[in-house]
């Protein structure tokens, strides 16, 4: 069993950097995959990038890549995803989910956190 709270989310201009962060609780959190998803307005959820198990692969949605980064560090229970030059159409509730795997799909995450908004402004 693993829970998840996503933070860091608010409010920043077109061009500004955000970190999100994702805290996880359970024993088994080392063993699983992460994956980044949001959902804009009257959208539905996307994969924004993901990390393997130990952290030593990433991979990005081609919308996010070269300006998003995601890193984890096992032995404090944490995600990031750090984001550099926020456009407006990254405006979206963020979400973090653990799974088996990577995947841009979002039936293959077991456990999701609840949310955060971020919200760009132009």
């Known amino acids: 069993q693993v829970q998840l709270v996503e933070s860091g989310g608010g409010l920043v201009q077109a061009g500004g950097s955000l970190r999100l962060a994702c805290a996880a609780s359970?024993?088994?959190?080392?063993?699983?995959?992460m994956g980044w998803f949001r959902q804009g307005p009257g959208n539905e959820r996307e994969f924004v990038g993901g990390?393997?198990?130990?952290?030593?692969?990433?991979s990005y949605a081609d919308s996010v890549k070269g300006r998003f980064t995601i890193s984890r560090d096992n032995a404090k229970n944490m995600v990031w995803l750090q984001m550099y030059s926020l456009k407006s159409e990254d405006t979206a509730v963020y979400y973090c989910?653990?799974?088996?795997?990577?995947?841009?799909?979002?039936?293959?995450?077991?456990?999701w956190g609840q949310g955060t908004q971020v919200t760009v402004s132009s």
């Open positions: 989910a653990a799974a088996d795997v990577v995947s841009v799909r979002k039936d293959y995450y077991d456990y």
């Open positions: 359970g024993r088994t959190f080392n063993s699983y995959a």
């Open positions: 990390i393997n198990w130990s952290g030593s692969s990433t």
